[in-house]
C-alpha cells in the first residue's frame, strides 16, 4: 500500500510538473506571444477610433492611419526584482501642459535587459490602490519613440516581483494631440539603453 501510495505521488509531481514546463513553454512561444501582443495593439486603436474617452476628434479619426508599433520582441519581456520603498514617500513630476502630478513612491523595479543592469521607479495610482504607473524614457526617446516618454501599467505585485513587458509599452495622448497633462518620467526613470518595444512615435 506504501509503495502504491509513493507511486500514485510521484506520477502527480511528474504531471504537474509537466503542466508547468508546458505552460511555461507555450507562454514563451514566439509566435503565440506575437499574436498576443497584436491583438492588444488592435484593442488599442478601436479604442482611439471607436471610444468616446478618446483623445482623438473627427477629423483625427479621418485621418488616423494607425499606430506605429516594434516588432514583438521577448527579450523585452522581462521579470523584475521589486524593491519596496517606505514611508510614503512622495514625487511631483512635471507635466505637458507645465502643471504638476504628484504620486506616492512604491519601488524600484530591478532587472536586466541583454545582460546590463536596469532600475525604474514605479509609482502608484491614486485612485486605483490595485495599479502602478510606469513612465520611462530610454535612448529612443525623441528619435523613433515619443519624446516625453511612454507609459506602462501595472498591477500591484503580491510578491517580490512583477512583470515589465515594454511591448505594451504606449504613449500617453499627448503624442497625438495637444490638451493633455501628461506627467514626464521622473528623472531616474531615463534608461540609457534602448528599448525598442511597444508603441513608436505617432
Known amino acids: 500500500m506504501r509503495n502504491r501510495n509513493v507511486l500514485l505521488l510521484t506520477l502527480l509531481g511528474v504531471a504537474v510538473l509537466i503542466i ?87 519601488g524600484y523595479a530591478r532587472f536586466e535587459i541583454d545582460g546590463k543592469p536596469q532600475q525604474l521607479l514605479l509609482l502608484e495610482v491614486q ?13 529612443t526617446s525623441a528619435r523613433e519613440t515619443y519624446g516625453g516618454g511612454r507609459y506602462l501599467d501595472l498591477t500591484r505585485p503580491a510578491g517580490e516581483s512583477v512583470t515589465l513587458d515594454f511591448n505594451l ?8 494631440v495637444e490638451g493633455y497633462s501628461c506627467p514626464f518620467p521622473p528623472p531616474e526613470n531615463t534608461l540609457n539603453i534602448p528599448i525598442r518595444a511597444g508603441e513608436k512615435d505617432y
Do not use: H, M, W
Not at 43 to 65: A, T, V, W
Not at 77 to 97: F, H, M, W, Y
Not at 127 to 139: H, N, S, T
Open 20 to 106: 508547468i514546463i508546458y505552460g511555461f513553454n507555450t507562454s514563451q512561444d514566439p509566435q503565440a506571444y506575437a499574436e498576443t501582443i497584436s491583438e492588444e495593439r488592435k484593442k488599442s486603436e478601436r479604442f482611439l477610433l471607436y471610444n468616446e474617452d478618446s483623445p482623438l476628434d473627427e477629423e483625427d479619426k479621418k485621418n488616423f492611419k494607425g499606430l506605429n508599433y516594434y516588432e514583438p520582441d521577448l527579450t523585452y519581456k522581462v521579470r523584475a526584482k521589486v524593491t519596496p520603498i517606505g514611508g510614503n514617500q512622495e514625487i511631483t513630476l512635471p507635466t505637458s501642459d507645465g502643471a504638476e502630478q504628484t504620486y506616492r513612491k512604491f
Open 127 to 139: 485612485d486605483d490602490p490595485d495599479e502602478l504607473f510606469l513612465a520611462f524614457a530610454d535612448a
Open 169 to 176: 509599452a504606449y504613449n500617453p495622448y499627448c503624442a497625438y
